[in-house]
């Protein structure tokens, strides 16, 4: 059913870069006869999903929608593939996004821009715009994005889906193409929690393979999906409604905590005082972390090459001039700019010690709330054609940038539409490693 709905509107949206109809078929196969033989299965066996391409998956093209990489086969999977790969899950292709993960509309890929279901002439959002339009427009049952500074909230409202970065460090980073590494989090983009929940569960734990994923318990997450949020204290971050958020945005969010208190939460107000340095401080160390990255695109390790230059420096300028797209040399620049003798303690230590105020602010925050609820975005979908300038793009992560900065655990879940008919999202976060509040929060508005 999810072929034959990808075969009627894949031309339309194109959600995918590569499409596995034929192994995606055989593994449904091999889990239809575990069923007929009455063994037992996974509660995502056989669930078709797709994966950002991004992800590396073994024996199936893995882009990051750039040209550097148009016909890289990577030789691993990543960890979360491993785990969902022995879940016998399916994955039936791989998503479309902003080349690198850099962007918020997916218009930046090497394969072509993700138009929105719920309006084509909309953005799906970015960077993971095409493992939320597959959701939207029912092409894959879940899917994964990864989310750097709001590229799996983002699009999950652009699109009325449910998405979740995790807390960093819950979900092995190994094998998802690293953009930002202090900032990168896989995690699952659904129609709704459970499903969520259910991800999750299959993707989080410690990874020896990447450093930084921590080693701790990983909770059955669907015991969170309880309807209850009697006396739980959600705050409202006072600077994620001030001037730039649209007024229909804002309604639909105070609609939601009417909802809330309803059900008897108790609502506070709390302040955030860093939040107007987060988007500007993130765009010092995303770029710089990136540059470091996307160093090893070389014309010579991986992916595409100049074969008519006569030098070997002359070869790796060609390639990479070549092989990367506008926005991602922008922050190639950017990032080897403010690393560069002389400025890195002007711009880069200074945003590092920026991050750690912002990360108090949250601390401070959570001793009065449990959760936060904000807009994810201040404004839903706009035009597939509107011009935007990369600064005023920039300054509309606000809402999703700090809880990278921080490393909490942040979802997204539909909450009304806007007088256009485009979906409109909020925001739960949560505390370090507090997943269970979050999903508990929005299971019960959902
Ligand atoms: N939109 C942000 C950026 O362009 C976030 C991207 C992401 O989370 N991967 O960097």
Same mark, same amino acid.
């Given at each position: &059913?999810?072929?034959?709905?990808?075969?009627?509107? %894949?031309? @339309?949206?194109?959600? !995918?870069?590569?499409?596995?109809?034929?192994?995606?078929?055989? @593994?449904?196969?091999?889990?239809?006869?575990?069923?007929?033989? #009455?063994? /037992?299965?996974?509660?995502?066996?056989?669930?078709?999903?797709? =994966?950002?391409?991004?992800?590396?998956?073994?024996?199936?093209?893995?882009?990051?929608?750039?040209?550097?990489?148009?016909?890289?086969?990577?030789?691993?999977?990543?960890? +979360?593939?491993?785990?969902?790969?022995?879940?016998?899950?399916?994955?039936?292709?791989?998503?479309?996004?902003?080349?690198?993960?850099? #962007?918020?509309?997916?218009?930046?890929?090497?394969?072509?821009?993700?138009?929105?279901?719920?309006?084509?002439?909309?953005?799906?959002?970015?960077?993971?715009?095409?493992?939320?339009?597959? =959701?939207?427009?029912?092409?894959?049952?879940?899917?994964?994005?990864?989310?750097?500074?709001?590229?799996?909230? @983002?699009?999950?409202?652009?699109?009325?889906?449910?998405?979740?970065?995790?807390?960093?460090?819950?979900?092995?980073?190994?094998?998802?193409?690293?953009?930002?590494?202090?900032?990168?989090?896989?995690?699952?983009?659904? /129609?709704?929690?459970?499903?969520? &929940?259910?991800?999750?569960?299959?993707?989080?734990?410690?990874?020896?393979?990447?450093?930084?994923?921590?080693? +701790?318990?990983?909770? *059955?997450?669907? /015991?969170?999906?309880?309807?209850?949020?009697?006396?739980?204290?959600?705050?409202?971050?006072?600077?994620?409604?001030?001037?730039?958020?649209?007024?229909?945005? /804002?309604?639909?969010?105070?609609?939601?905590?009417?909802?809330?208190?309803?059900?008897?939460?108790?609502?506070? %107000?709390?302040?955030?005082?860093?939040?107007?340095?987060?988007?500007?401080?993130? !765009?010092?160390?995303?770029?710089?972390?990136?540059?470091?990255?996307?160093?090893?695109?070389?014309?010579?390790?991986?992916?595409?090459?100049?074969?008519?230059?006569?030098?070997?420096?002359?070869?790796?300028?060609?390639?990479?001039?070549?092989?990367? #797209?506008?926005?991602?040399?922008?922050?190639?620049?950017?990032?080897?700019?403010?690393?560069?003798?002389?400025?890195?303690?002007? !711009?880069?230590?200074?945003?590092? @010690?920026?991050?750690?105020?912002?990360?108090?602010?949250?601390?401070?925050?959570?001793?009065?709330?449990?959760?936060?609820?904000?807009?994810?975005?201040?404004?839903?979908?706009?035009?597939?054609?509107?011009?935007?300038?990369?600064?005023?793009?920039?300054?509309? *992560?606000?809402?999703?940038?700090?809880?990278?900065?921080?490393?909490?655990?942040?979802?997204?879940?539909?909450? #009304?539409?806007?007088?256009?008919?485009?979906?409109?999202?909020?925001?739960?976060?949560?505390?370090?490693?507090?997943?269970?509040?979050?999903?508990?929060?929005?299971?019960?508005?959902?």
């Amino acid at each position: &059913a999810v072929i034959a709905r990808v075969d009627a509107v %894949e031309d @339309q949206v194109n959600s !995918y870069v590569t499409l596995d109809k034929e192994n995606a078929l055989a @593994q449904a196969a091999k889990v239809d006869a575990k069923i007929a033989a #009455g063994e /037992k299965i996974a509660p995502l066996a056989g669930i078709p999903g797709a =994966i950002k391409d991004n992800i590396s998956t073994k024996g199936l093209r893995t882009t990051c929608s750039s040209k550097m990489l148009e016909n890289f086969i990577p030789v691993y999977d990543a960890h +979360v593939i491993k785990n969902l790969r022995a879940d016998e899950t399916i994955f039936l292709g791989k998503t479309n996004l902003d080349e690198f993960a850099m #962007g918020s509309t997916t218009k930046t890929s090497h394969f072509g821009v993700t138009h929105n279901p719920w309006n084509l002439d909309r953005v799906p959002g970015g960077s993971s715009g095409g493992s939320a339009a597959a =959701i939207a427009a029912g092409e894959a049952i879940w899917t994964l994005g990864s989310d750097t500074g709001g590229s799996i909230r @983002q699009p999950a409202s652009f699109n009325g889906c449910v998405g979740i970065k995790p807390t960093y460090g819950r979900v092995s980073r190994y094998g998802c193409v690293a953009f930002a590494s202090s900032l990168d989090q896989i995690g699952p983009i659904t /129609k709704d929690v459970t499903d969520a &929940a259910l991800v999750l569960n299959t993707i989080c734990g410690k990874d020896e393979m990447d450093s930084t994923s921590l080693d +701790v318990e990983v909770p *059955d997450f669907t /015991k969170a999906l309880v309807n209850d949020v009697k006396g739980l204290r959600i705050g409202l971050p006072k600077e994620y409604f001030g001037e730039g958020v649209d007024a229909k945005v /804002k309604a639909e969010i105070m609609k939601a905590v009417e909802k809330y208190k309803e059900l008897g939460a108790e609502i506070v %107000e709390v302040s955030l005082p860093h939040t107007e340095y987060a988007v500007i401080t993130y !765009y010092i160390i995303a770029p710089a972390e990136a540059s470091a990255n996307l160093a090893r695109f070389d014309g010579v390790r991986y992916g595409y090459r100049n074969v008519d230059a006569t030098s070997a420096p002359e070869m790796t300028t060609m390639s990479r001039t070549e092989g990367f #797209g506008q926005e991602v040399r922008r922050r190639i620049m950017l990032g080897t700019y403010v690393l560069s003798s002389g400025y890195y303690d002007a !711009y880069y230590n200074k945003a590092m @010690q920026v991050r750690t105020l912002i990360r108090r602010d949250f601390e401070a925050a959570f001793e009065k709330c449990d959760v936060l609820l904000t807009p994810t975005s201040p404004v839903p979908a706009y035009g597939i054609n509107d011009e935007m300038d990369p600064l005023t793009m920039y300054m509309l *992560d606000v809402t999703t940038i700090p809880v990278n900065m921080a490393g909490l655990p942040g979802i997204s879940i539909p909450c #009304g539409f806007a007088d256009d008919g485009m979906p409109i999202g909020m925001q739960l976060i949560g505390k370090v490693l507090d997943e269970a509040t979050i999903l508990r929060a929005a299971y019960t508005f959902e």
